[in-house]
C-alpha cells in the first residue's frame, strides 16, 4: 500500500543530486512537506524550491549541527515523520598504502557519522513513530576492492541499521537500508564510468533506486536492507544465519 505522507516532515540529506533529490521529489509528490539537506547549496536549494519544500545548509558529519540544522529547518519542537539518510562520498582509492588519514576520515565522516549522527537526531524528533531509510551500497553486503573505506562505511552502515531496528519498534520507528549497485549519478567519476562501460557492467537507473526507497516505506517493515540491482526486482537481502553456539 502506498504510504500516504500527508501532512508528514520528510527529511533528505543528499538532496541536492542524484537519488536524494529524486527521493524529495517522491516525498513531495506523497504530499509531505520536504526538507532538502546538503553542502550543495545552490543545488540544494533549488531542489527544495522546486517541491515547495524547505533547505538546510548541513554538513551530515558534523554532530553539533544536527542540532541547530534542524532547529533551523523544522523549529526547536518539530517533529520529523521520515528520514533518508543519503548522503555519502567516496575515496575512489584503492590503494590502502595511499590513503591518507584525511581521506579515512573525511569518508567515515560523511558515510558512517552522517548516518549515525543523523539517526539520533531523527528518532529524537519521531515523536509519533516514523522511518528512517538509509542509503548503504551493494558495497555494504559485498567487498568492494576498488574503493575499501567506502565499503567498510556501507558495510558498517547496513549493521547499525540492523541492530538499532529492534530498539526503535516500541516507538512505532521503522529502520531500513536500500543497498545499490553502481547507478548513473554524479557520484560516479568518468574514469569509473569508462572502467565499468569496458567491463560491460550496466548502470542502474537512479529513478529505480528512488522508486526503492518508496517500496521500503510502503512495505513498512523494518531492518532490512534492499540490493538494487539492473535487471533484477530489488528485494530485501536474506543474510544467512552465522553460526550459533548449539
Ligand atoms: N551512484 C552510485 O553508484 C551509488 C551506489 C550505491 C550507493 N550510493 C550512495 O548513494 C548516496 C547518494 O549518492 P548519489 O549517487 O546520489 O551521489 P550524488 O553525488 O549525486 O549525491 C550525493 C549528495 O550528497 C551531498 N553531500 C556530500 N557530502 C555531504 C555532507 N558532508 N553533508 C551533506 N551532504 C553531503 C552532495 O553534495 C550530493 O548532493 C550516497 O550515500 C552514495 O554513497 C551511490
Redesign the pocket.
Known amino acids: 500500500m502506498a504510504a500516504d505522507l500527508q501532512g508528514k516532515v520528510a527529511l533528505v540529506?543528499?538532496?541536492?543530486?542524484?537519488?536524494?533529490?529524486l527521493t524529495a521529489q517522491r516525498f513531495a509528490a506523497r504530499g509531505a512537506t520536504v526538507v532538502v539537506?546538503?553542502?550543495?547549496v545552490e543545488?540544494?536549494r533549488a531542489v527544495a524550491d522546486a517541491v515547495d519544500g524547505r533547505f538546510v545548509a548541513?554538513?551530515?558529519?558534523?554532530s553539533a549541527r544536527w542540532g541547530t540544522g534542524l532547529d533551523e529547518a523544522l523549529g526547536s519542537d518539530g517533529t520529523l515523520d521520515v528520514a533518508c539518510l543519503?548522503?555519502?562520498?567516496?575515496t575512489n582509492n584503492a590503494d590502502l598504502l595511499n590513503i591518507s588519514d584525511e581521506e579515512y576520515r573525511r569518508v567515515v565522516?560523511?558515510?558512517l557519522d552522517?548516518v549515525f549522527f543523523g539517526a539520533r537526531a531523527a528518532v529524537r524528533r519521531m515523536r509519533s513513530g516514523g522511518a528512517i531509510v538509509a542509503?548503504?551500497?551493494?558495497?555494504g553486503l559485498v567487498p568492494m576492492p576498488n574503493d575499501p573505506v567506502?565499503s567498510l562505511t556501507?558495510h558498517a552502515v547496513v549493521a547499525f541499521v540492523r541492530s538499532i531496528a529492534p530498539g526503535l519498534t516500541d516507538r512505532r520507528i521503522t529502520v531500513n537500508a536500500?543497498?545499490?549497485?553502481?547507478?548513473?549519478?554524479?557520484?560516479?567519476t568518468d574514469d569509473f564510468r569508462a572502467a565499468l562501460a569496458a567491463a560491460d557492467l550496466p548502470?542502474?537507473d537512479?529513478e529505480v533506486?528512488a522508486d526503492t526507497v518508496m517500496r521500503i516505506l510502503d512495505e513498512g517493515r523494518t531492518g532490512e536492507a534492499w540490493f538494487?540491482q539492473p535487471g533484477r526486482e530489488p528485494a530485501p537481502y536474506e543474510f544467512r544465519g552465522v553460526p550459533g553456539p548449539r
Open positions: 540529506t543528499g538532496g541536492s543530486s542524484g537519488f536524494g533529490k539537506a546538503d553542502v550543495a543545488a540544494g548541513l554538513d551530515v558529519s558534523d543519503n548522503a555519502g562520498i567516496g565522516g560523511v558515510n552522517g542509503t548503504a551500497s551493494l558495497g567506502y556501507k536500500v543497498c545499490p549497485g553502481f547507478a548513473d549519478t554524479p557520484l560516479l548502470l542502474i537512479p533506486v538494487v
